[in-house]
């Protein structure tokens, strides 16, 4: 109990205290008291996680005991609060990022009606609370508490605008595609009790040698389906596209900054087990990159502001599976953090310009916002450079070491990746040169509407782009500077035992610094050369009615995978549960039920003619079940 | 006398009150049809304990039939009080002993 981080329950619980506050007072709560709180709240927690990152930092790790959450038989699980170098990177990612969200949504919502907006803020600060309880838990169980709670609050704010049914389908939609994941997830975590009769990290991670190779592979698939659930990949991605039809900051929050890299947390928590499953290593691999490439190529074709980006996080995503798949696990976290930073600072670019258009979303319609929104136009542009790649912008540091590491593994993968990031660097500056370059394609309305956003939207803008701007310098690259990967060194300790397991098989042989400066070269010089060519081709973008044609066609139908989901999956389930409904309902259980009724009351009619009143008919046939008695007593 | 004879002769008894019960209407008759029967089991019962006293070791083998005779003939004195008042009270309100009209209850 003398250890300070025993005090870390402060940080979930002030979120939570937000949460009750601004849910059960929505109706006598002003708005300005309401965005104090739930920012308030969000602030102290992440003041305390700067703490607990500084203990961290000077070498003390704990885990917080607080009460046995299940306690039957042999298995115990406590609820357990981890603190290591892992945790306290994503807390201060969630606490700080989530903080400059909350800020941000204070303006952006300001239109709302004062219930709604409490509501909207008790619902950000449950999903910060429940993301908090998925980072700090101490074993499976409680991080599956947040994993669900995450779920759940996505679900909320996707359909925070309900009246419009659109929203409630696509929160739906990311709902059920969660838990298709999450129950994998569940069954990994049942697999690992029933094997090992634990769930806490330190005694799973201490006794995986027990397990058989057999065990780990299917464990590790298992929850590799929990996190493409979560963290929308092949399969399971298509839900977070539809996403974005919830509020422009809940999408930079939960579908770009914090939400959607569970998954990979997830799986650079329990990096010892993915590294002893081989193949469940490639299968990650494979996955992360075909998503990234997939939907890199959906992007291409976007038109809406913010499916762009979906689809832009979607991919990025992809290389951070990429990064786990080919143990690059400190690749995977940096780049997490690096695209919080770009991509909320994106995401809340596009609802500072969504704001400013008056709530229109098609770049169709945009253009020449570079000279009424200075502040937005410049913080946007700097992180399209960052997640576009360039040094020394933050992207360029996670990316190069994703792709780096990928190219020692298989130079087919980076040769993949690589493709993508052209790609990548391709649709955000389409995006860019659409929406801030060239002329204004508006009506006029809008163009008279146009206007900088207030400071409350701007300054978490200016903050993010500082942070998007030098958020990689953690992490330089060896060959640049000994020791400047300062970000690898600190989490050293999480992925030691990975580490030294990869170092025994001798897998690991480190890349020739002329390898490694020409694959870099190659990746910013194709970049480069995409960046300008969109550049170059968006800002001179005139409206055309112009039929996409063949290959353009599929990709900006999304490749038909939705169509090809509602083919197989969905029609098939409606048309069985119309079977079941009209069929076996009505017929069967109906016809069930309502038989014996109908049968009772026609041989009741038919029994009651029996009682005829006659006393000689009473008595014969009293004298005939007597004799009927008899034969069956005598003779049977 | 082979114990035959009394089966015989007592099946005959019941038999008759049987059918007597079940074909004739007049109230009375049924009546003592059904003492026919009650009177034919009598017999048999004491037939059978006669016998089961000459066959067996026991001294007092049998005697339960015998009072269990005295008792269906208490009964049937009761039940014979009881009867006969009940069709006194039905001539009474049909002036018929005719089992046929006690159908009031029926609809």
């Not at chain 1, 300070?4 to 940080?11: F, G, H, K, R, S």
């Not at chain 1, 996080?313 to 143990?327: A, E, K, N």
């Not at chain 2, 006669?50 to 001294?59: P, Y």
Request: hydrophobic share 50%.
């Amino acid at each position: 109990m003398s250890n300070t981080l025993q005090i870390v329950w402060l940080i979930p619980f002030l979120p939570l205290i937000g949460f009750l506050i601004n849910g059960l007072g929505r109706k006598q709560l002003s708005k300005s008291l309401t965005g104090i709180i739930g920012s308030g709240v969000i602030l102290a927690s992440f003041l305390i996680s700067i703490f607990v990152f500084f203990q961290v930092k000077n070498g003390n790790s704990h885990v917080a005991h607080y009460f046995d959450f299940i306690n039957t038989g042999s298995l115990k699980v406590g609820f357990d609060f981890q603190i290591d170098q892992l945790s306290s990177l994503f807390l201060l990612i969630i606490t700080g990022v989530g903080f400059l969200i909350h800020v941000y949504s204070t303006s952006y919502m300001h239109e709302e009606e004062s219930k709604d907006f409490a509501k909207y803020f008790a619902y950000l600060n449950l999903f910060v609370f429940s993301m908090l309880l998925l980072v700090m838990g101490g074993n499976y169980i409680i991080m599956f508490i947040g994993w669900e709670g995450v779920g759940l609050c996505s679900y909320l704010l996707i359909g925070f605008w309900f009246k419009d049914n659109n929203n409630n389908d696509a929160a739906k939609k990311a709902f059920i595609m969660n838990r298709i994941g999450d129950f994998g997830f569940l069954l990994a975590v049942f697999w690992l009790i029933a094997k090992l009769g634990t769930t806490n990290y330190h005694d799973v991670f201490d006794q995986v040698s027990k397990l058989s190779s057999f065990d780990i592979t299917g464990i590790t698939l298992l929850l590799f389906l929990g996190a493409t659930g979560k963290s929308a990949q092949i399969p399971l991605y298509t839900w977070l596209p539809d996403a974005m039809a919830g509020p422009t900051p809940v999408s930079a929050l939960i579908h770009a900054a914090t939400m959607v890299t569970a998954g990979i947390y997830m799986i650079a928590r329990s990096n010892i087990l993915f590294t002893m499953a081989p193949l469940t290593q490639s299968v990650v691999a494979v996955i992360g990159l075909a998503t990234a490439v997939v939907a890199a190529t959906i992007a291409l074709k976007q038109n809406d502001i913010k499916k762009v980006l979906a689809y832009s996080t979607v991919s990025q995503l992809g290389y951070m599976f990429l990064g786990l798949g080919v143990g690059a696990y400190t690749g995977a976290v940096f780049h997490v953090m690096t695209h919080a930073f770009f991509k909320a600072l994106l995401f809340l670019g596009a609802g500072s310009v969504i704001h400013a258009m008056g709530g229109e979303q098609d770049m169709r319609n945009m253009g020449g916002l570079k000279k009424y929104m200075s502040i937005t136009h410049i913080t946007f542009l700097l992180g399209c450079l960052a997640i576009a790649g360039m040094p020394p912008f933050s992207g360029f540091f996670s990316k190069d070491e994703i792709l780096a590491a990928a190219f020692e593994k298989n130079p087919v993968y980076w040769g993949v990746g690589v493709l993508t990031a052209f790609m990548t660097a391709f649709y955000m500056f389409r995006l860019y040169g659409l929406t801030f370059l060239g002329k204004f394609r508006g009506t006029h309305d809008q163009e008279h509407h146009l206007h900088e956003s207030p400071s409350a939207i701007t300054i978490p803008l200016i903050i993010l782009a500082i942070l998007a701007v030098v958020g990689g310098w953690i992490g330089i690259p060896e060959v640049f500077m000994h020791g400047g990967h300062r970000l690898e060194a600190f989490l050293e300790p999480i992925f030691a035992q990975s580490n030294t397991l990869v170092t025994s098989l001798n897998e690991k042989h480190a890349l020739s610094q002329t390898t490694e400066y020409a694959l870099m070269a190659v990746s910013v010089a194709g970049a480069l050369i995409a960046l300008l060519y969109a550049w170059n081709k968006f800002s001179k973008y005139e409206k055309s009615i112009e039929e996409e044609t063949g290959f353009a066609k599929v990709i900006s139908n999304k490749w038909y995978v939705d169509e090809f989901y509602n083919a197989i999956v969905v029609k098939p389930i409606q048309s069985i549960a119309g079977f079941f409904s009209n069929v076996v309902e009505k017929k069967g259980i109906d016809g069930f039920v309502n038989g014996v009724g109908k049968a009772v009351n026609y041989g009741s009619r038919q029994i009651r003619l029996l009682q005829t009143g006659q006393v000689s008919a009473y008595m014969l046939m009293m004298v005939v079940a007597i004799l009927i008695l008899f034969i069956i007593q005598l003779f049977l | 006398m082979p114990i035959n004879y009394y089966i015989f002769l007592a099946l005959a008894l019941f038999t008759i009150g049987v059918i007597g019960v079940l074909t004739r209407r007049n109230a009375i008759i049924i009546f003592m049809c059904i003492e026919l029967m009650l009177n034919a089991a009598n017999l048999l019962l004491v037939a059978f304990s006669k016998l089961h006293t000459a066959t067996s070791n026991i001294a007092t083998a049998g005697s339960d039939a015998q009072i269990f005779v005295f008792f269906i003939m208490i009964v049937a004195a009761a039940e014979v009080s009881v009867g006969l008042a009940i069709i006194v009270m039905m001539y009474r309100n049909t002036h018929s002993v005719d089992v046929n009209f006690l159908n009031r209850l029926k609809n």
